[in-house]
């Protein structure tokens, strides 16, 4: 068996920027047991798979270590394989998921991904978080998957060096750390220890949880966001009441070839 193989840099103007995520096309799905296997050789922070149902594409995620239920950048890739390399020809992509549908159209060179929105309610600040980041966040959150640490400015989320075996321990799949910004209306970083990512270089589905937080405390809808990891990513969003848009640009690593 021969399965076309993309790496994408999402959320980047050009490669070695942004977050890779490898492309896989399917005309049917493969066990789930390959799937993973497929994820783990490739090693990147996810793998997409797609599968085409008529007018819409079913999508899944993978990471080395396991599926999960919503990526941002692994969507933005495979939206902008589809378009650049698969004759994708219709102004949005429909992508079935397990966070429901998910949408994606593109003006140029720039996508642009209709997600859900994502609430969060404020918990104690617990000297396990402040010990697993090896600082004090001025504020504590818990969304509907993720933790959210928010800091006082930009530089002490830049400055973070957590304890990834600790934060693998805590609530949540992602920890997000967050911060109003210098440049931007806020900065984030996202760790991701449990899911065989110590650090996620740019991480979209976070952004379901920050825009609506970010746009409630700083009272605007259009937001321009960085994800201030070492690779670095810059988002526009737009907070829509239960859904927020996100969007960047994607630019091809890399095409290659699965022999299995």
């Not at 798979?49 to 692994?74: I, Q």
């Not at 640490?149 to 530089?155: I, L």
């Amino acid at each position: 068996m021969e399965l076309e193989l993309y790496q994408v840099d999402a959320f980047a103007e050009g490669v070695f920027s942004g977050n890779p995520a490898a492309v896989v096309p399917l005309f049917e799905w493969l066990s789930d047991e390959l799937l993973q296997n497929i994820a783990a050789e490739n090693n990147q922070t996810e793998t997409a798979f797609f599968v085409r149902k008529g007018e819409y594409f079913e999508l899944r995620w993978f990471t080395p270590e396991t599926e999960v239920d919503l990526c941002g950048h692994a969507t933005m890739a495979s939206a902008h394989v589809l378009y650049e390399y698969l004759d994708y020809t219709d102004p949005v992509v429909v992508f079935e998921t397990k966070s429901g549908r998910l949408f994606v159209d593109r003006e140029g060179s720039r996508y642009s991904m209709d997600f859900p929105a994502w609430s969060v309610r404020e918990i104690q600040v617990t000297e396990r978080v402040c010990t697993a980041l090896g600082a004090r966040p001025i504020e504590l959150y818990m969304g509907e998957r993720d933790m959210m640490a928010v800091f006082e400015n930009e530089e002490q989320v830049r400055n973070l060096d957590p304890d990834h075996r600790l934060v693998s321990q805590l609530d949540g799949l992602c920890l997000i750390c967050t911060a109003p910004g210098l440049d931007y209306d806020f900065v984030s970083r996202t760790f991701v220890p449990e899911a065989g990512s110590a650090e996620d270089p740019v991480t979209g589905s976070a952004h379901c949880s920050l825009v609506p937080f970010w746009a409630g405390r700083l009272g605007k809808s259009e937001l321009h966001a960085c994800q201030v990891s070492k690779r670095g990513g810059v988002l526009e969003c737009l907070s829509l009441d239960d859904r927020v848009k996100i969007a960047g640009k994607a630019v091809t690593y890399m095409k290659g070839t699965i022999l299995l």
